[in-house]
Every structure is written in C-alpha cells, then in structure tokens.
C-alpha cells in the first residue's frame, strides 16, 4: 500500500513539473510571440516615417524594463521633450537607457556624444541602449571619457531581454507575460488585418470635410511667397466649418470606436488647425488683388500690426510672426501625409491617395512654373 501510494506521490509531482515546464513554456512563447510583433510592426511604421509608435513604446519599454531589471525607470521625455541621447532614467540607481530602432554603429556613437555633451553622466553613471532591431555583430569600438559605464554589453536588444526573461521564477514569468498583453493596446492599429467600417467612416470625414485635396495649393503653395504670407479666405472657413462639426460627427455615430492611432494623428490635425486659427485672429489681414484666382475665392495677406513696437524692432517681429504661420502651415501638411499614409497602408483597398507634395513656386520666373524656392518634398514626421 505504501508502495502504491509512493508511486501515485511520485507521478503527482511528475505531472505537476511538466505542466510547470508547459505553462512556462507557453508563457515564454507569448511573450516573443508579442514582443517580436511589436518590432516588426514598429519597424513597418518607421519605413513610412511613422514614428508616433516609437513615441508609446518609450513608455511600454520603460515599465517592462522596471520589472524585468527591478528599477525605477521614468520616461525623461515627459518632463523635459526630447531629452538628448536618453529616454528613460532611474535617479536613484544612476541607471539610464535610450530606447531606439536604429542599430547603426554611427547612431550608438552619436548617442554617446550628447550623452558627454550634455555632461549626462553627473546624473547618471551607467549607459544602456535597447534596439527595436537586432543588434549587429559590432567591431567597432566605442570610446568614452571613462565618467561613466558603457560597453558592447551594454547595447541589448529584444533578444536580451527575452533571455534576461527566460531566468526568471515562473511566477514572474506569468506577470511579465500579462503585462505585455495588458499594454499592447498601443499596438492597436494592426494594418494588415484592420480594415473595420468605423475607421474608414472617420478618415473620409475627415478627407472631405477638412477639404484636403485644397491643402496641395492652400496649404503647400500660397503661403510661401517671397514676401508676404497670402491664405485663402474660403481656406480657412471650412477648417472651421471642419472643426465645429468634428466633435458631434465622432461622438455621434460609430466612428467614435476608431483606433486609437487614427484618433490621435486627427487630434494631432485638429491641433495644428486650431493653432492656424489663433495665429491668423492676431493679426488683421489685407485683400490681396494680385494672386490670380479664377475660382471666386478671396485671398487674403498676412497684414502684422506692430505699430507700437520702436521701428528697429519691426523687422525682426514681423519676419517672426510670418515664419510661425508658416510652420503651422507645413506642420498641417506632415500630419496630413502622415494619415494618408496610414490610410493607404490598411484601408486603400488597391487605391492610393496621393501625398501633399511641399512645393514652393518662384513668383520671379512668372510662367516658368517648374522653377522652385526649394525642393519639392513630401514633408514627413521626424523621429
């Protein structure tokens, strides 16, 4: 009897190892599963100059590294944008990483640079780099001032950390497993396989209503003469007719389930537009008669009062005024490129829509219309 009940004892704990070893396993297996996914998707959203993911994984690589290495890591970029060569610190532990998806030797060198220009290393005596991407087999060496650590085992990638990972209790295996499905909502918007009614709903609303087959000569073109900043008067009303409507038209039919991704590139928009308003209210434009307009349209210049500043001054703040009207002006056009882009990726359906190509015509060279200030460019968002 003692016999059987050992062997029974015995095959319990047999049973209860290898389901410890599957449930493990599986939970390794979800874990690359995941992670890989994020990668390859960051790494498609890059080729098209999309980084606002690169700008969420921050955050979802800041917590995952706090459990994993037990830190207390906090996104810098919060508090002071874009802080140079780093994007995640522990003040208390001196610990600090730069989380990016360029594994180029000449990108971990120009990381290392800031980080000694900027004397980073008084608050922080450790360097690591995450890459998105695999991590090259790096002969070069990378030198520093010997004020803080860094080596070639400092660049981890995503493998490292599954490693790191896989050393773990399963216990905390099964957390880190559940917190990388919890977060992957960032990751929402999956362009090969979303294609739902309430996303498309909200683009062609936006398309139509924001008018921006217009913004290739409104926006790109007739504000950046030589002199003078000239808008459209109609322009400009149906950016407004566009953002009175905007809230009731998502908050009232089932757009409003859109993706997060979408939703917030068309806030990113609707940003930039509210900004064009304001920027033109402050001052009191002109008529303009000289732009040849054919369409019944009013164009309007940017007239900027500053009667009341001593007259050396002038030049300066007029020249200022008309460059921040500008720059909202080409901001408009690279977050609208930007949606087209993600339109075309996971809604085209075989049809592209064409990019807002950044063209500024020479008034000086009158008909010879293929003469530019600049380049022709589509403008994009930058990483």
Not at 179 to 196: D, G, V
Not at 369 to 377: A, N, S, V
Request: aromatic share 14%; glycine share 2%; hydrophobic share 35%.
């Amino acid at each position: 009897m003692n016999y059987i009940l050992m062997v029974l004892s015995l095959a319990v704990s047999l049973l209860k190892k290898e389901f410890i070893i599957y449930k493990e396993q599986k939970y390794i297996e979800d874990i690359v599963r995941n992670l890989s996914f994020i990668t390859t998707t960051i790494k498609r959203f890059n080729k098209l100059n999309l980084y606002d993911l690169n700008i969420h994984s921050e955050d979802f690589f800041c917590s995952l590294l706090n459990i994993v290495y037990n830190l207390n890591l906090t996104n810098l970029n919060i508090k002071d944008k874009n802080t140079p060569s780093i994007d995640l610190g522990d003040i208390d532990k001196k610990i600090c990483y730069q989380i990016t998806s360029t594994n180029d030797s000449s990108k971990i060198k120009k990381t290392i640079s800031k980080f000694e220009k900027y004397n980073l290393y008084n608050n922080f005596n450790e360097l690591f780099i995450l890459l998105l991407k695999n991590k090259k087999n790096y002969t070069t060496t990378f030198v520093i001032n010997g004020k803080y650590k860094f080596s070639n085992q400092n660049i981890m990638d995503i493998d490292d950390l599954i490693l790191k990972i896989k050393s773990k209790s399963i216990h905390e295996i099964e957390q880190i497993s559940q917190f990388i499905k919890e977060n992957l909502i960032f990751l929402q918007f999956n362009p090969s396989i979303t294609t739902h009614t309430p996303d498309l709903n909200y683009l062609n609303f936006w398309f139509k209503e924001a008018c921006i087959d217009n913004f290739r000569y409104y926006c790109s073109r007739l504000p950046f003469g030589f002199y003078d900043v000239k808008y459209s008067y109609y322009f400009i009303e149906s950016l407004k007719s566009y953002l009175n409507k905007h809230d009731t038209f998502l908050n009232g039919t089932i757009s409003k389930n859109s993706n997060n991704l979408i939703k917030s590139k068309v806030s990113t928009f609707n940003n930039y537009a509210k900004a064009l308003l304001t920027a033109i209210d402050k001052h009191t434009s002109k008529q303009d008669i000289t732009t040849n307009n054919n369409d019944g349209d009013i164009i309007l210049t940017y007239w900027i009062n500053c009667e009341n500043l001593p007259y050396h001054e002038r030049g300066n703040y007029i020249e200022n005024e008309k460059n921040n009207l500008r720059n909202i002006f080409y901001n408009l056009i690279k977050i609208s490129n930007d949606i087209i882009s993600v339109w075309n990726i996971g809604y085209n359906n075989g049809k592209q829509i064409s990019l807002i190509e950044f063209a500024q015509l020479n008034p000086n060279f009158g008909l010879l219309g293929d003469l530019y200030l600049i380049e022709p460019h589509y403008p994009k968002s930058e990483n």
